[in-house]
C-alpha cells in the first residue's frame, strides 16, 4: 500500500494543535508531497471546531488511535479472479502473478472465497477420484475457455450443470448401453472422428459433443446436432489431453477455500496474525466494511516496517502522543515545549523553539521555503497563535508570536483583537457540556520520575459559572486521578478578562502539604496573573512534585 504520513498534534488537540497539523500538511502539497495527511487524535473542542466551520475549511482526519492495524501492513497490490472464471484460467493466472492467495470475486468486487495452493490441491484430488464417478460443474461458455475450442452448434453456453464425462472410443453396441445407463445425467461426450459415435450420441441427445483434433463435423450432423439440441465444440487437442483438461472447467468459485475468511482493514495486528497462523498459506484477503476486496496480508508483510510514518507537532512527550506511536517511524518533531525523553530510531527532523505557538512556527516554515500561505491557511494560523497566547497576552508570546501574527492579519485581513475575542468566546462557555468533556478537552499527562499528573486549561469570560459547579468538577478530577493512579489531576480555569486563573485540583494525599498557593476554597486556588500552563504552571508543579520524591 502507498505509504502515508499523518502530520498529528497531541492527545485531546487543542486549536494550535490541530491548525499545526493542518497547515503543515498543505506546506508539504504546496511543496508537492500529496502523501502527507492532517490528522487529530481527538474530537475538536469547541473553538476548534468553531474556527474550522468560521472558515469553511476540512478538520483533520480523526485518529484515535495508531495501535497497528491491518491497514498499516497489508499490499494493496494484488490479483483478484471473477467467480465465473474456469479454474484452468485461475490458477494460471495464480502461477503467472506468483500470488500466494488469489481471492475471489463477485461482478462488483465482493469477496466470495479464496483460492490457494492447499485448497486446488485438495479439491483435484475430490474431483480426481474415481469415487467421484467424473461429475463436476461447469458450463459449455468455460468448457470452450479451458480447451481454447470453438463452438459449433451451441445452446445455453453459460449455464451451469453438473457434467459427466465419457469418451466415444467403443463400438457403437457397447457405447449405446454406456449411454442409455447414463441417460439421466448431463453427459458430455469425447470423440474424435466416429461419424458413428457422434450420431449415436446426437440422436441419444446428450448435453454436448466434443470433437477432439479440428476433426470436422458433416452438414447433415450439425443439422440433426441443432434439430435435438446437442451442443457441438471443436477443440484442438487429442481425446486424452482434452479429457484431462475438460475437468478444470468448473468455476474457481467451485474450487474456493470458504473456510478461511478475510479480514478487514481495520482489524488489530493482534486480532489477525492467529487468523494468519492458520491460513494454509499464511496469506489473506483484506476487505473494506462493503466485503470488497482491497487488498492482501501475510505474515511476512507483519516484519516489514509499516506503510505509514508520523510527523508530531505541537507535543514531544510519549505520555501526549496518540495511543501506539511507538510501532511507527517519526519523521519530524515541530513543538514550542519543553524537550522530554523521546528516543527515535534515526535521525530526524527536530524543530523546537521557545514561542507561544506552533501555529507561529509553521507560518515561518512557509516563509523559510519560499512558500505563499494560503488565504484561508493564513487564517487558521493567526487564530492557532491568537488561541495558544491568549490574544498576544500570555506570558509565552514573544516578538515573533507578534510579528508572525501582524504578518497573517495583515494578508487576511482580520482584526487580531476582535477576531481573537472571537475564538476565545467561542471556547469559553460551559453551558451545559459535562465536566468530563471540559476537562478532556484540553488534557495533558506530565511525568516528574515516577510520579504522574495531568494539567486541563479552560479560557473563559468568568469564573462564576464554574465555581457554581465545582463539586461536579472536582468529583470528576478525582475519578481520573484516582483511575489513573496519578499523583493529581487539576484544571487551571483562565478568566481572559482578569489574565489571572484558579486551579481545581484533586490530589493524593502525600501532596495536599506541598500546595502552598493562596487558597480561595477547598481543592480550588487562586493563581495570578498566571495564564500559561506551559510556562507559567508547569514548572511550578514540577518543582513541587519533584520535593515528592526526594
Not at 457397447?174 to 458413428?196: P, Y
Request: aromatic letters at 6%.
Amino acid at each position: 500500500m502507498t505509504s502515508k504520513v499523518y502530520i498529528i498534534g497531541h492527545r485531546n488537540p487543542d486549536t494550535d494543535s490541530v491548525v499545526a497539523a493542518k497547515a503543515y500538511a498543505e506546506l508539504k502539497h504546496l511543496l508537492g508531497h500529496e502523501e502527507y495527511i492532517a490528522a487529530r487524535a481527538g474530537h475538536l473542542a469547541p473553538q476548534t471546531e468553531y474556527i474550522f466551520k468560521r472558515f469553511k475549511i476540512e478538520a483533520p482526519e480523526y485518529i484515535p488511535d495508531l495501535v497497528p492495524k491491518t491497514a498499516y501492513y497489508m499490499s494493496d497490490k494484488f490479483v483478484s479472479v471473477r467467480e465465473d472464471v474456469s479454474l484452468w484460467k485461475a490458477v494460471d493466472k495464480m502461477i503467472s502473478t506468483n500470488a500466494a492467495v488469489l481471492p475471489i470475486v463477485n461482478v462488483d468486487g465482493t469477496y466470495q472465497g479464496m483460492l490457494n495452493y492447499n485448497a486446488f490441491a485438495l479439491n483435484s484430488y475430490k474431483l480426481l477420484t474415481p469415487k467421484q464417478g467424473d461429475i463436476f460443474l461447469a458450463s459449455l461458455h468455460l468448457i470452450e475457455k479451458t480447451l481454447n475450442a470453438t463452438p459449433v452448434v451451441e445452446f445455453d453456453p453459460d449455464d451451469y450443470f453438473n457434467c459427466s464425462i465419457m469418451i466415444g472410443d467403443d463400438d457403437c453396441g457397447t457405447f449405446r448401453k454406456l449411454l442409455e445407463e447414463h441417460k439421466s445425467e448431463n453427459i458430455i461426450v469425447i470423440t474424435g472422428d466416429r461419424e458413428d459415435i457422434q450420431r449415436l450420441c446426437i440422436e441419444a441427445r446428450v448435453k454436448a459433443l466434443i470433437i477432439t483434433k479440428d476433426y470436422i463435423v458433416s452438414r447433415e450432423l450439425r443439422e440433426l446436432a441443432r434439430a435435438n439440441r446437442v451442443s457441438i465444440i471443436s477443440g484442438h487437442d487429442s481425446t486424452a489431453t482434452t479429457a484431462m483438461l475438460i475437468e478444470y472447467s468448473s468455476p474457481v468459485s467451485a474450487m474456493a477455500d470458504k473456510v478461511s475468511k478475510p479480514v478487514l482493514a481495520s482489524d488489530t495486528v493482534q486480532r489477525i496474525r492467529p487468523l494468519l497462523a492458520q491460513s494454509p498459506s499464511r496469506c489473506l484477503p483484506v476487505v473494506n466494511d462493503d466485503y470488497k476486496v482491497i487488498g492482501t496480508i501475510s505474515e511476512s508483510d507483519l516484519l516489514h516496517e509499516a506503510n505509514i510514518e508520523v510527523i508530531l507537532v505541537d507535543h514531544n512527550e510519549p505520555g501526549q502522543a496518540v495511543e501506539g506511536i511507538e510501532h511507527y517511524v517519526i519523521r519530524e518533531i515541530i513543538d514550542h515545549h519543553r524537550i522530554s525523553t523521546f528516543s527515535t530510531r534515526q535521525p530526524i527532523t527536530f524543530i523546537n523553539r521557545p514561542v507561544g505557538s506552533t501555529s507561529t512556527i509553521i507560518a515561518n516554515l512557509y516563509h523559510e521555503n519560499h512558500v505563499s500561505i494560503p488565504k484561508d491557511i493564513a487564517s487558521l494560523l493567526l487564530c492557532g497563535i491568537l488561541s495558544d497566547t491568549l490574544i498576544l497576552q500570555s506570558a509565552t508570546t514573544t516578538e515573533l508570536d507578534v510579528h508572525t501574527a501582524e504578518y497573517l492579519s495583515s494578508i487576511t485581513e482580520l482584526d487580531i483583537r476582535e477576531l481573537g475575542n472571537d475564538i476565545i468566546r467561542s471556547g469559553s462557555h460551559i453551558g451545559s457540556r459535562s465536566a468530563d468533556d471540559i476537562i478532556r478537552q484540553d488534557m495533558k499527562e506530565y511525568s516528574e520520575g515516577k510520579c504522574r499528573y495531568t494539567v486541563s486549561q479552560i479560557e473563559v469570560d468568568g469564573t462564576q459559572e464554574l465555581l457554581a459547579r465545582k463539586a461536579e468538577f472536582l468529583k470528576k478530577l478525582e475519578a481520573i486521578r484516582s483511575g489513573g493512579k496519578l499523583l493529581f489531576a487539576a484544571l487551571l480555569v483562565t478568566d481572559i478578562t482578569k489574565l489571572s486563573s484558579l486551579m481545581l485540583i484533586a490530589y493524593d494525599a502525600k501532596f495536599a502539604s506541598m500546595l502552598s498557593f493562596p487558597k480561595k476554597e477547598d481543592n480550588v486556588y487562586y493563581m495570578k496573573d498566571i495564564v500559561s500552563r506551559k510556562k507559567q504552571l508547569i514548572p511550578l508543579l514540577s518543582e513541587l512534585v519533584a520535593k515528592v520524591g526526594d
